[in-house]
């Protein structure tokens, strides 16, 4: 089983940073790609981020495109999300999600991911 442990969540004024972490443990046999999902409220979960299994390709949501960059530490022990220029609408919850069935759909559906965080909250003020 994969374990997944958000933090680094927070309160921010509209314009700041924030930089989410996603610690990764548990028995891996094979390797996982990686993403990153927010919730706002009252809203479906949606993908903003993807890394792939190598660390090779990234993607990203077009409402998070150049403000957020999804990264991996070098063992791959800890996923990020660097969030710049933060909004009022990127407020909410945030998961961090890994998949070893990486192609089996778009990566921003949730339905492709096995494993998930308990999520941390982000909230943005004016």
């Known amino acids: 089983q994969v374990q997944l442990v958000e933090t680094g969540g927070g309160s921010v004024q509209a314009g700041g940073s924030l930089r989410l972490s996603c610690g990764i443990s548990g028995y891996i046999v094979r390797k996982y790609c990686m993403a990153w999902f927010h919730q706002s409220p009252g809203k479906e979960r949606e993908g903003i981020a993807f890394?792939?299994?190598?660390?090779?390709?990234?993607l990203y949501a077009d409402s998070v495109k150049g403000r957020f960059t999804i990264s991996q530490d070098n063992d791959k022990s800890t996923l990020y999300l660097q969030m710049n220029s933060l909004k009022f609408e990127d407020t909410g919850l945030y998961y961090c999600?890994?998949?070893?069935?990486?192609?089996?759909?778009?990566?921003?559906?949730?339905?492709?991911?096995?494993?998930w965080g308990q999520g941390t909250q982000v909230t943005v003020f004016s």
């Open positions: 999600a890994a998949s070893s069935t990486c192609y089996d759909g778009p990566w921003y559906r949730d339905s492709v991911y096995q494993y």
């Open positions: 890394i792939d299994i190598d660390g090779g390709s990234k």
